[in-house]
């Protein structure tokens, strides 16, 4: 099994694939699954954008970058989508917990929230110079 199968395994690819038929060996390895998709480095694939994001939420959170990613719900497309679009997309990405998927609509929605209030409030994006004449040229106020 390569890197890009390991981290998109499923308990049922485990059972009848892999043929690991033993509930308790299947836990174990899924435990073992997620800690490795929870601490793997995912800054080559989004430059860490999508996994800084969903650890801002909740650490175990991480282990879902892999399917977003491999899914394009990069945290820059996800700011883009409308809350019950996100919601079927994370759906679609293997994000089988509702309350998981909540939580990150609700994280999205307020950063969304909160770069609006920033672009309200932030210094505007021109410089302006003022000239004026003189004897011997123009000098910059």
């Known amino acids: ?82 809350p019950i679009s996100l919601e079927d997309m994370l759906k679609y990405a293997g994000i089988e917990s509702s309350i998981h998927r909540h939580k990150i609509v609700e994280a999205i929605v307020s950063e969304d929230e909160d770069s609006v209030v920033d672009s309200l409030y932030s210094e505007p994006a021109s410089d302006m110079y003022i000239s004026y004449p003189r004897v011997g040229g123009a000098e910059l106020a």
């Open 1 to 82: 099994v390569d890197g890009d199968i390991l981290l998109t395994l499923t308990d049922a690819n485990i059972k009848e694939d892999i043929g690991i038929k033993n509930g308790i060996l299947r836990k174990r390895f899924m435990r073992e699954l997620k800690s490795l998709k929870t601490n793997a480095d995912y800054s080559c694939s989004d430059s860490g954008n999508t996994s800084n994001f969903l650890a801002k939420i909740s650490p175990e959170f991480r282990s879902y970058t892999y399917n977003l990613i491999s899914h394009d719900l990069t945290y820059d497309y996800m700011l883009r989508l409308d």
